[in-house]
C-alpha cells in the first residue's frame, strides 16, 4: 500500500523559508516521479514541482528560482525547499508520486500540509 507523509508545514512571514518533506512507502522510489502541487483556498490545485526517477525537474513559473526540489533515494524522501516566500504562496502542500513505467499511471497523494505566509 502507497503512503505518502508530507511534513514541514507552518506559518511563516513574507520573506521566510519552509521545507516540507514527503517520506513515502510502498513503492520503488527510484522508479517514480515525485511532485509538490497547492491547493489554495478558491482556486484550483496546481503543480509547483516535479522531479523524475532521472532527476529531471520542472517548476511552475511563479516558484523558479525561489523553490528547489530534490530527491534523497535511501530515504525514500521528496523535498521541497521553499525560499523568499509570498503571502501568494499559501495554501495547501501535497505530495504526489507515479510510477513512470505504470502503462495505467496511477497517482498517489499525501495528505497535504497547510503553508501560510503572512505577516
Known amino acids: 500500500q502507497v503512503h505518502l507523509v508530507e511534513s514541514g508545514g507552518g506559518l511563516v512571514q513574507p520573506g521566510g523559508s519552509l521545507r516540507l518533506s514527503c517520506a513515502a512507502s510502498?513503492?520503488?522510489?527510484?522508479?517514480?516521479?515525485m511532485g509538490w502541487y497547492r491547493q489554495a483556498p478558491g482556486k484550483q490545485r496546481e503543480l509547483v514541482a516535479r522531479?523524475?526517477?532521472?532527476?529531471?525537474?520542472n517548476y511552475a513559473d511563479s516558484v523558479k528560482g525561489r523553490f528547489t526540489i530534490s530527491r534523497d533515494g535511501a530515504k525514500n524522501t521528496v523535498y521541497l525547499q521553499m525560499d523568499s516566500l509570498k503571502p501568494e504562496d499559501t495554501g495547501v502542500y501535497s505530495c504526489n508520486t507515479v510510477n513512470e513505467f505504470d502503462i495505467f499511471k496511477r497517482e498517489y497523494w499525501g495528505q497535504g500540509t497547510q503553508v501560510t505566509v503572512s505577516s
Open positions: 510502498g513503492i520503488l522510489f527510484s522508479l517514480n516521479a
Open positions: 522531479i523524475t526517477r532521472a532527476g529531471s525537474i
